[in-house]
């Protein structure tokens, strides 16, 4: 669809706004879930858009939070889990924030515009988060420790896809990516090994964030995980807090007793740390390229009240409260994108065009 969301984007949604339309029209099921995955930190100047563009700036972030408030009805994540557990009726355009992973700016940054708009979110954390180390996600340090230097043999110590051979000629994202996906297919203690493996290869043992530290190259507020105690502090504050796996993999590569454990323990972990619990999830990258029809089944046995994707519908599962649909917000989504996305005006113009 790359010849036609420029057009959306740039003609047909200010069109549609302009009409009234965007407001008129009510999302699919009377609600929206909007998903963010942190705030860039203003000490954060190692700007790399790849991974960067999941996450906006606080302006921005406030600019969109005000934009919501004045076009939705913005709710409790406790008033959503009361609406699917008791059947507890929505306000019309009812709005959901939530926000993935747990990354440390999520309460040095993003918290304070939160309050200050009087937004309620619901953070998905990993249970690395349950720790009082947690360092960094791995697939994120991956990606950095892949630009120091290729992995040459350590490569070849990963299960292999298909396709894989041509990897030579692939953009370093797309290596990147593969590599992901290929190290999802190693259990949890096996990854963390490998990457170990990929750190003294790269001449950092102690990990890029201990680089970062070392040598100011970048902020620790954009890459470190929340710890327990700064966990706590986001739940003290009135956000609730759902499970986001043990490890973010990609679990539809992972065995069934591996996907079981990283979504059923990421449960008990933090329920323990928090003493509260946890009835909601995230599947990581929540697209169908990561996870599929055994994911959700695996959700619902963990006994959670529901869980979320990151993309806008899931094929013939509109009203699963396990395959519950989110807007996904980069930093270059424009207002009117989002609210052509929210109102789900913009996957039914998607299917018209045939996308
Ligand atoms: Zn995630």
């Known amino acids: 669809m790359r010849v036609v969301s420029p057009l959306l ?3 047909v949604y200010p069109t ?3 009409i009234g339309w965007l407001d008129r029209t009510m999302p699919p099921g009377g609600y929206a879930v909007v998903n963010y995955h942190g705030v860039l930190p203003a000490d954060h100047s190692d700007a790399d858009t790849f991974l960067d563009g999941n996450l906006v700036s606080p302006q921005v972030l406030r600019q969109q939070l005000q934009f919501l408030k004045r076009h939705y009805h913005i709710i409790h994540p406790e008033d959503f889990r009361a609406w699917i557990e008791q059947g507890q ?3 019309p355009r009812s709005l959901l924030v939530t926000c993935d992973d747990g990354l440390l700016n999520t309460l040095t940054d993003m918290l304070s515009v939160l309050q200050s708009e009087s937004v309620p979110c619901l953070f998905f954390v990993t249970a690395a988060s349950c720790s009082d180390s947690p360092g960094m996600l791995w697939y994120e340090e991956l990606y950095h420790l892949m630009r120091v230097k290729p992995l040459n043999r350590l490569d070849s110590q990963l299960p292999q896809e298909e396709g ?14 593969s590599t992901v996906r290929r190290s999802s297919q190693l ?6 090994a490998w990457m170990g493996l990929v750190r003294s290869h790269c001449g950092m043992t102690q990990g890029f964030l201990s680089a970062l530290r070392a040598g100011e190259r970048g902020s620790e507020r954009r890459w470190r995980l929340l710890n327990i105690a700064e966990l706590r502090q986001l739940a003290d504050a009135g956000m609730s807090i759902g ?3 043990l490890t973010h993999p990609v679990l539809s590569l992972c065995s069934e007793d591996e996907a079981r454990r990283e979504i059923q323990t990421s449960k008990t972990d933090l329920e323990r740390a928090l003493g509260r619990p946890v009835w909601a999830f995230a599947y990581p990258y929540g697209n169908p390229s990561a996870m599929a029809e055994r994911e959700l089944r695996l959700a619902r046995e963990a006994g959670f009240t529901c869980a979320f994707l990151n993309v806008e519908h899931w094929p013939d599962r ?4 396990f395959a519950l649909p989110r807007t996904h917000v980069t930093s270059d989504t424009t207002l009117l994108e989002l609210a052509a996305h929210l109102s789900g005006v913009h996957t039914r113009l998607q299917r018209a065009v045939g996308g």
């Open 9 to 11: 984007k740039h003609a």
């Open 16 to 18: 549609l706004h302009h």
């Open 89 to 91: 009726p929505l306000p």
């Open 164 to 177: 894989t051979d041509s990897l030579a000629f692939q953009s370093p994202q797309a290596r990147w990516w």
């Open 187 to 192: 259990d949890a203690h096996a990854r963390a």
């Open 243 to 245: 499970a986001h796996t």
């Open 318 to 321: 509109r009203s699963d409260p």
